[in-house]
Nanobody, 116 residues
Framework: QVQLVESGGGLVQAGGSLRLSCAAS????????MGWYRQAPGKQRELVAR???????NYGYSVKGRFTISRDNAKNTVYLQMNSLKPEDTAVYYC??????????WGQGTQVTVSS
């Protein structure tokens, strides 16, 4: 059974930084592309960053240049460094494999709130 445990969220002022972590188990982590997703109130969940098994990265337009995704395969952990945060980054952040399917399990997520 896949387990995903996100942490590191919190309340931060605009312009601040946070580093999210996600510990994964129940998957062959090193063979999977991983993604960070977020869901703001009233909006659909969206992929904001992904990292391939080999470390290649891709970012959504709204976060490019501000967020950095990384992974530690020895620790089965994926990270999201978020800098220059904006109020519109406020959301619950989740990690999961990429691509996802309707059958994927999700963790509890971690709340990020950016005040103006």
């Amino acid at each position: 059974q896949v387990q995903l445990v996100e942490s590191g969220g919190g309340l931060v002022q605009a312009g601040g930084s946070l580093r999210l972590s996600c510990a994964a188990s129940g998957i062959i982590f090193s063979r999977n592309a991983m993604g960070w997703y977020r869901q703001a109130p009233g909006k659909q969940r969206e992929l904001v960053a992904r990292i391939s098994p080999g470390g290649s990265t891709n970012y959504g337009y709204s976060v490019k240049g501000r967020f950095t995704i990384s992974r530690d395969n020895a620790k089965n952990t994926v990270y999201l460094q978020m800098n220059s945060l904006k109020p519109e980054d406020t959301a619950v952040y989740y990690c999961n494999v990429d691509p996802i399917t309707p059958y994927n399990d999700w963790g509890q997520g971690t709340q990020v709130t950016v005040s103006s």
